[in-house]
């Protein structure tokens, strides 16, 4: 079997059977058929599984730093992927051993992302219009991600109990995220005055009758550069900021994990952003 059938039915069967999310399967058919193809180019032959060693993988992983100019966090998520479907094909008694654990170690960077203090969010929501303001204030005031935001359904929202039931995004357990006073106005004067009638998701066009993922992330670009900010900003740097003011603001750690949908604290701390300034106010305390 070559190793492009080994791919489809890893995709195709085993993933679905551990119910993982759909961007997660298709993040990991990308990956996969992207080995393959090179695969088939660097060595001229139809790719068959058994014929992977890991100087091939590292050859890859070089490949794409080189010629793909990706960065080391990319590298190291194909490496992840590979070493999945190398797993699987372990226990599935394709292959005797997993090529991917004699890859050299390669470190990386943590990526530290900007963040919104809260007066510089006032700013950005104060000059958007528009969806663009709508997707703005609702990804920061709720903490959302931008694949829960495109997917938020007009019967997942209830201003009785102010609370927006949260289709998790990366596939996992649903949450329940309550509506501060300030994001329920801004969300019933949309409801009322700007919201297309008829469509099924809350945030949409009479055309498409939802938002999707890319035109959001456009929108957002749009917004900030009317501000002339050098920040690279991100529908997801207003996850991070809604965590960061709201630790500022007193709120326990604890409470944010919940808001956030994390099941681990230590994924919550990432989302933090700690200033020199605030650690020396710390100190002072004692």
Same mark, same amino acid.
Not at 9 to 25: C, G, K, Y
């Given at each position: 079997?070559?190793?492009? %059938?080994?791919?489809?039915?890893?995709?195709?069967?085993? @993933?679905?059977?551990?119910?993982? %999310?759909?961007?997660?399967?298709?993040?990991?058919?990308?990956?996969?058929?992207?080995?393959?193809?090179?695969? %088939?180019?660097?060595?001229?032959?139809?790719?068959?599984?058994?014929?992977?060693?890991?100087?091939?993988?590292?050859?890859? @992983?070089?490949? =794409?730093?080189?010629?793909?100019?990706? %960065?080391?966090?990319?590298? $190291?998520?194909? $490496?992840?992927?590979?070493?999945?479907?190398?797993?699987?094909?372990?226990?599935?008694?394709?292959? &005797?051993?997993?090529?991917?654990? *004699?890859?050299?170690?390669?470190?990386?960077?943590?990526?530290?992302?900007?963040? &919104?203090?809260?007066?510089?969010?006032?700013?950005?929501?104060?000059?958007?219009?528009?969806?663009?303001?709508?997707?703005?204030? +609702?990804?920061?005031?709720?903490?959302?991600?931008?694949?829960?935001?495109?997917? @938020? *359904?007009?019967?997942?929202?209830?201003?009785?109990?102010?609370?927006? *039931?949260?289709?998790?995004? !990366?596939?996992? !357990?649903?949450?329940?995220?309550?509506?501060? *006073?300030? &994001?329920?106005?801004?969300?019933?004067?949309?409801?009322?005055?700007?919201?297309?009638?008829?469509?099924?998701?809350?945030?949409?066009?009479?055309?498409?009758?939802?938002?999707?993922?890319?035109?959001?992330?456009?929108?957002?670009?749009?917004? +900030?550069?009317? &501000?002339?900010?050098? !920040?690279?900003?991100?529908?997801?740097?207003?996850?991070?900021?809604?965590?960061?003011? @709201?630790? !500022?603001?007193?709120?326990? =750690? +604890?409470?944010?994990?919940?808001? $956030?949908?994390?099941?681990?604290?230590?994924?919550?701390?990432?989302?933090?952003?700690?200033?020199?300034?605030?650690?020396?106010?710390?100190?002072?305390?004692?």
């Amino acid at each position: 079997m070559s190793l492009l %059938a080994e791919i489809e039915e890893f995709i195709n069967i085993h @993933l679905p059977m551990l119910d993982r %999310a759909d961007q997660t399967i298709i993040g990991y058919q990308k990956d996969l058929h992207s080995f393959n193809d090179w695969f %088939a180019d660097h060595t001229n032959v139809v790719p068959e599984l058994k014929n992977i060693t890991y100087k091939h993988i590292e050859a890859y @992983l070089y490949y =794409l730093k080189v010629k793909r100019n990706y %960065a080391d966090a990319s590298r $190291l998520r194909h $490496l992840h992927t590979l070493s999945s479907f190398m797993k699987y094909a372990i226990r599935e008694e394709k292959i &005797l051993i997993n090529p991917c654990e *004699k890859v050299s170690k390669f470190s990386v960077s943590k990526k530290v992302r900007d963040s &919104l203090t809260e007066e510089e969010v006032q700013e950005l929501i104060n000059s958007s219009s528009g969806i663009g303001y709508i997707i703005i204030c +609702v990804l920061y005031y709720a903490g959302l991600r931008i694949s829960e935001l495109c997917n @938020l *359904k007009m019967c997942d929202v209830d201003f009785k109990s102010n609370e927006i *039931k949260v289709v998790n995004g !990366k596939g996992k !357990k649903d949450r329940m995220v309550p509506i501060s *006073k300030k &994001l329920k106005k801004i969300m019933i004067r949309y409801y009322e005055n700007d919201r297309p009638e008829n469509i099924e998701y809350f945030i949409g066009s009479k055309r498409t009758g939802q938002v999707k993922q890319c035109y959001a992330r456009y929108l957002m670009k749009k917004e +900030v550069k009317k &501000l002339g900010w050098k !920040k690279n900003i991100t529908c997801h740097n207003l996850r991070h900021s809604f965590a960061t003011n @709201l630790r !500022k603001n007193g709120v326990d =750690l +604890v409470q944010i994990q919940k808001l $956030l949908g994390h099941a681990s604290l230590r994924t919550t701390e990432i989302y933090l952003h700690i200033t020199n300034e605030e650690l020396h106010e710390a100190v002072d305390v004692l």
